[in-house]
């Protein structure tokens, strides 16, 4: 079996209020890191059997974002074992209650996930830890009867290589058929342009000057 498990993205300030706070939805950031995060699972093939989610607000559209860039079609699974005051026994018998599926992505919060996802890689008994931020998806595998953490994303990562291969396209978008570089001129400031108007005046100047002193 496998699960994701993916803490909630940016959602602003707490609310004091329990019921208020529990409303609270994600913030610009956080939608930006939910499409940015599902885009890159699904660049990895990412494929899930069902998404569970926290019933808090914050959480399920965390969950809606994601599963919309990965392609998932079938129900949003609430369960309140993924609450942040929930205890870990709940997390555990709720895992078992999916135990069909091969593959399954959790939606929740801290406190308690970080505590979830460290005991379901520690084994029995025992705990490790594992700070999962905000946004951010990891992988757990079951493997010869225990769980191993394959791989951890943050949203700060996953930006980086956002942003790097949309530098990776601009530069390709520049090259001519040679593999060089050609900057169109309305990429270039108006400081460049004047530069390049100066040299090539300067050119001709001199061209000028070369064929008066020929006479």
Not at 11 to 36: F, H, I, M, N, Y
Not at 203 to 213: C, E
């Given at each position: 079996?496998?699960?994701?498990?993916?803490?909630?993205?940016?959602?602003?300030?707490?609310?004091?209020?329990?019921?208020?706070?529990?409303?609270?939805?994600?913030?610009?950031?956080?939608?930006?890191?939910?499409?940015?995060?599902?885009?890159?699972?699904?660049?990895?093939?990412?494929?899930?059997?069902?998404?569970?989610?926290?019933?808090?607000?914050?959480?399920?559209?965390?969950?809606a974002l994601i599963a919309n860039e990965?392609?998932?079609?079938?129900?949003?699974?609430?369960?309140?074992?993924?609450?942040?005051?929930?205890?870990?026994?709940?997390?555990?018998?709720?895992?078992?209650?999916?135990?069909?599926?091969?593959?399954?992505?959790?939606?929740?919060?801290?406190?308690?996930?970080?505590?979830?996802?460290?005991?379901?890689?520690?084994?029995?008994?025992?705990?490790?830890?594992?700070?999962?931020?905000?946004?951010?998806?990891?992988?757990?595998?079951?493997?010869?009867?225990?769980?191993?953490?394959?791989?951890?994303?943050?949203?700060?990562?996953?930006?980086?290589?956002?942003?790097?291969?949309?530098?990776?396209r601009a530069s390709s978008s520049f090259?001519?058929?040679?593999?060089?570089?050609?900057?169109?001129?309305?990429?270039?400031?108006?400081?460049?342009?004047?530069?390049?108007?100066?040299?090539?005046?300067?050119?001709?100047?001199?061209?000028?000057?070369?064929k008066t002193s020929r006479k």
């Amino acid at each position: 079996m496998i699960i994701y498990f993916v803490r909630h993205a940016s959602a602003g300030q707490k609310k004091l209020s329990g019921k208020k706070d529990e409303k609270r939805p994600l913030d610009a950031d956080g939608v930006q890191q939910c499409t940015q995060m599902g885009r890159i699972l699904s660049s990895m093939e990412v494929g899930v059997d069902a998404i569970i989610s926290s019933p808090l607000k914050r959480a399920t559209q965390t969950a809606a974002l994601i599963a919309n860039e990965i392609g998932y079609e079938s129900k949003l699974h609430i369960e309140n074992a993924l609450r942040p005051e929930a205890k870990y026994d709940h997390f555990r018998e709720m895992l078992r209650d999916y135990s069909k599926h091969e593959s399954i992505m959790v939606v929740g919060h801290n406190p308690n996930f970080s505590d979830f996802l460290g005991r379901t890689i520690a084994g029995s008994g025992e705990r490790a830890h594992v700070d999962i931020r905000k946004g951010s998806v990891a992988k757990v595998e079951s493997k010869q009867k225990k769980y191993v953490l394959d791989w951890l994303l943050t949203p700060r990562l996953v930006k980086a290589a956002s942003d790097a291969s949309s530098g990776e396209r601009a530069s390709s978008s520049f090259q001519n058929g040679n593999g060089e570089l050609q900057i169109p001129d309305e990429y270039l400031s108006v400081r460049a342009k004047s530069l390049a108007n100066d040299s090539h005046e300067a050119a001709r100047t001199s061209k000028s000057r070369a064929k008066t002193s020929r006479k």
